[in-house]
Structures are given as structure tokens and as C-alpha cells.
């Protein structure tokens, strides 16, 4: 099995920052690409941010320049600093990762349970 677990998430007045975490765990033999992905009400699931483990970063056109993604691969960790938070950027915040385990070698992709972020205007 291999789980994600999210923290970091919360309520945050407009032009404020949070700062999400996301650590994997389990039976891992390699973790390709991380990132997080939101689903805000009514909406679909978007992606927000993808991190090779190389740590080349792709971001949303909605997100850039205010949010940065950026991962520790030795703790399989991967964060989420968003600065300058608007309103829109409401919504439930999903981890994922791209991960090979240790019992098949095949790559899978795995969730983690989703971090509600509000922010208030």
C-alpha cells in the first residue's frame, strides 16, 4: 500500500499564505512525478502544480507567480506555498503522486484525502 497524507490547509484572508505539505509512505520503490491537484464545489478536479523529481515545475496559468511547488525526494515529500491567496483559490486540495512499488515495480497513481483551503475576501 502506499499512502498520502496531506496538512497544512485552512481558512486564510485574501492575499494571505498557506503552506501545504503532502508526505508519502509505504511500500515505495520509486516516485516519479508529485503535485496537487483542486476540486473546487460544482467543479472539476484541476491541476494545479506537477514536480519531477528532478524538480522541474509546471503550474496552472491561474496559479503562476503565486504559487511554488518544490519537494524533498529523500523524505518523498512535496509542498505547496501559496502566496497571495484570492478567493477563487477556494476549494478542496488533493496530493498526488506518481509512484512504483515495491511489490509490483509498476507505476500507479495514488491520492492523497484532500486539505480544504477557504480564503475570505
Known amino acids: 500500500q502506499v499512502q498520502l497524507v496531506e496538512s497544512g490547509g485552512g481558512l486564510v484572508q485574501a492575499g494571505g499564505s498557506l503552506r501545504l505539505s503532502c508526505a508519502a509512505s509505504?511500500?515505495?520503490?520509486?516516485?516519479?512525478?508529485m503535485g496537487w491537484y483542486r476540486q473546487a464545489p460544482g467543479k472539476q478536479r484541476e491541476l494545479v502544480a506537477s514536480?519531477?523529481?528532478?524538480?522541474?515545475?509546471n503550474y496552472a496559468d491561474s496559479v503562476k507567480g503565486r504559487f511554488t511547488a518544490s519537494r524533498d525526494n529523500a523524505k518523498n515529500t512535496v509542498y505547496l506555498q501559496m502566496n497571495s491567496l484570492k478567493p477563487a483559490d477556494t476549494a478542496v486540495y488533493y496530493c498526488?503522486?506518481?509512484?512504483?512499488?515495491?511489490?509490483?515495480?509498476?507505476?500507479?497513481?495514488?491520492w492523497g484525502q484532500g486539505t480544504q483551503v477557504t480564503v475570505s475576501s
Open positions: 498526488w503522486s506518481r509512484v512504483a512499488r515495491t511489490t509490483t515495480l509498476r507505476w500507479g497513481d495514488y
Open positions: 509505504g511500500s515505495i520503490f520509486s516516485i516519479n512525478a
Open positions: 514536480i519531477t523529481s528532478g524538480s522541474s515545475a
